[in-house]
């Protein structure tokens, strides 16, 4: 029985204002579960997939007129306009709130309201926050219960507290235009209306895991970041710990459950995956920066995933996954999707549900012929992750010894590089960028500069978001190192020089040997810079020089970098801080 009368009364107000015809408590447990995947699966809300083949495996189909995150329909709404800065869409909070109440009007009669107490990390840990999630979806509730930490153990950890993260998500008419993913950070609240696609309605992930939890921390004094979390065990057993932050299309998923190449793996070198997509952290008593991750599954893109290119990944969705939007293979009743395999089923529904003809697929017009939507997801349980750590229950997390950077450019960022000092860091953290790959994206080679991969997900002004990883890293007597990475460097030819993938763990080892200090480097313009033959490049097809080509600062690239980055901190505005400035002059004077 729930005594809390915040909860209560919360619950009482938003369901007076969307009419349900009923009210049901999820207490996290398996029968209250299957009970509810049956009731989806009778209304063709999911289908239930081969059993064999994928055991207790389900698809479902989300409106084509919502299949993504939509920046443009996501707000921040602070009191003050300047506190949510000139990255953020903004509105007024009182505005919004009127706006979307006439939205949720009523729009949960003939449904059911779901009520979702959930925990982000471990119930009861020192980095948990709680949060609850009303909602009309079913296919909402399964996907949170595997995302994160769902039960009545939530509702006993909160007590009579009122702190706590109020979520209410309707489908209403799932119309686009009036489609809204709004973030009261003064409040505690997220409304999410009109949609009914993951990113837009799980609101425990990047809405309460990033944008509120990033004005959460800067107010406390810890970091939300979109990070992954990855170890990386010695051939002696010791295992040392890396967060890395890379924009979207540049492979943090697959860092993230990296399987090392043959002649590392054969000295016995493993890595361990804590998570793939988001990292709170917070200094220990010890004085290092600890972190967890707050998910408890992934939500990963499903196109390009194959036996190849992650493995891990692959065989975490083989069970007790929702797939989104993917192909249906109707002979075998299992899924498919583009990059799985070279064997496209002859009898199928495609993302839309209707009937494909894989013979007609574009690849220069994906959303329209391909057989799964570019964007379909699986939302996979982490336990089934063969590479999971065993630090991943762990409610102390796990000690960071460096953190990474990474973006996709083909001339600008050498293979690897590193900050010379924790200011440095942010600076190289801030200036972060990826460039446009495909003409279909538009113009190739348009630098999109994405602060932290944050630049989404940050619950208030960048400006004072970078001023609070400064102020972190006064905080922090032992502070991890920072670097930048880019395994996208193109030769003449626009081809990767660099292999990537399991390769890239030669690259993560020599930056921790750089943390331990047991390793050399050169001083260049923009940081510190491996010598050569201090990457391990045994059983590559590549060359010392090519490596040195890989590690060459290309310094008219850099100038030019210069005056984007300008450009880009007069478009953040006042509050970015001087210290900023000062590290932008200080390269902009070394590159002469």
């Known amino acids: 029985m729930v005594t809390n009368k915040h909860v209560l009364s919360w619950v009482e107000e938003m369901a007076a204002l969307t009419c349900p015809d009923k009210i049901v408590w999820i207490d996290g447990t398996e029968e209250q579960a299957e009970a509810l995947r049956a009731e989806a699966c009778s209304t063709g809300e999911m289908i239930k997939l081969n059993e064999e083949k994928l055991p207790g495996c389900y698809l479902h189909h989300t409106a084509i007129n919502d299949v993504a995150r939509v920046e443009h329909r996501t707000f921040i709404c602070t009191s003050k306009k300047e506190d949510a800065g000139t990255i953020n869409n903004w509105m007024d909070p009182a505005e919004c709130y009127e706006k979307l109440g006439k939205l949720y009007k009523g729009s949960m009669k003939g449904r059911t309201m779901y009520v979702i107490p959930y925990s982000m990390g471990i119930v009861g840990s020192d980095f948990a926050k709680y949060g609850i999630e009303l909602t009309d979806s079913i296919y909402v509730v399964l996907n949170m219960l595997i995302m994160t930490r769902v039960g009545t153990n939530v509702l006993e950890a909160l007590g009579d507290s009122d702190d706590y993260i109020k979520g209410l998500h309707a489908k209403a008419d799932l119309d686009e235009e009036n489609r809204y993913i709004c973030h009261f950070p003064e409040d505690n609240t997220i409304w999410s209306v009109n949609s009914g696609y993951g990113g837009n309605v799980l609101l425990g992930k990047k809405c309460f895991a990033l944008r509120i939890a990033s004005y959460l921390g800067r107010k406390e004094g810890w970091m939300a970041e979109h990070m992954l979390i990855l170890g990386v065990e010695y051939p002696n057993g010791e295992v040392k710990y890396i967060s890395a932050a890379f924009p979207s299309a540049c492979g943090k998923t697959n860092l993230a459950m990296l399987i090392p190449p043959e002649v590392l793996k054969k000295e016995g070198y493993k890595v361990w995956c804590v998570g793939d997509d988001i990292a709170w952290l917070r200094v220990g008593a010890d004085g290092r920066l600890w972190a967890v991750n707050p998910e408890n599954g992934f939500f990963g893109v499903a196109p390009g995933t194959n036996e190849k290119s992650n493995p891990n990944a692959l065989y975490t969705c083989l069970k007790d996954t929702i797939f989104t939007n993917v192909c249906h293979n109707l002979d075998e009743n299992t899924v498919w999707w583009e990059g799985l395999d070279n064997n496209p089923p002859a009898n199928a529904k495609n993302w839309r549900n209707e009937d494909w003809d894989y013979r007609t697929y574009d690849k220069a017009n994906k959303v329209q012929t391909a057989g799964a939507h570019p964007n379909s997801r699986f939302t996979a349980k982490a336990i089934n992750c063969p590479c999971l750590s065993k630090e991943f229950n762990n409610p102390a997390g796990v000690p960071i010894s460096a953190i990474v950077f990474g973006g996709r450019r083909a001339k600008t960022a050498p293979l690897v590089y590193q900050s010379t000092s924790w200011q440095h860091g942010t600076f190289v953290g801030s200036i972060m960028a990826s460039e446009t790959t495909a003409a279909a994206a538009g113009a190739v080679g348009v630098v999109r500069r994405d602060p932290m991969a944050m630049r989404p997900f940050t619950g208030y002004d960048m400006g004072d978001y970078f001023a609070h990883w400064l102020n972190m890293g006064k905080n922090i007597p032992n502070a991890p190192k920072i670097f930048h990475v880019n395994w996208f460097r193109t030769d003449a030819e626009g081809n990767f020089i660099w292999p990537g993938f399991g390769d890239n763990m030669r690259v993560l080892l020599w930056i921790l040997a750089r943390c331990e200090g047991t390793v050399d480097a050169d001083l260049t313009a923009i940081g510190y810079v491996p010598k050569a033959e201090d990457i391990n490049i045994e059983g590559l097809d590549i ?40 590290e932008l002059a200080a390269l902009e004077a070394r590159l002469g």
């Open 543 to 582: 060359t010392i020089d090519t490596i040195r080509d890989l590690l060459s600062v290309d310094v008219e690239s850099w100038k030019e970098d210069v005056e984007n980055i300008k450009a880009f901190y007069a478009q953040i505005g006042e509050r970015v801080p001087a210290e900023m400035y000062e």
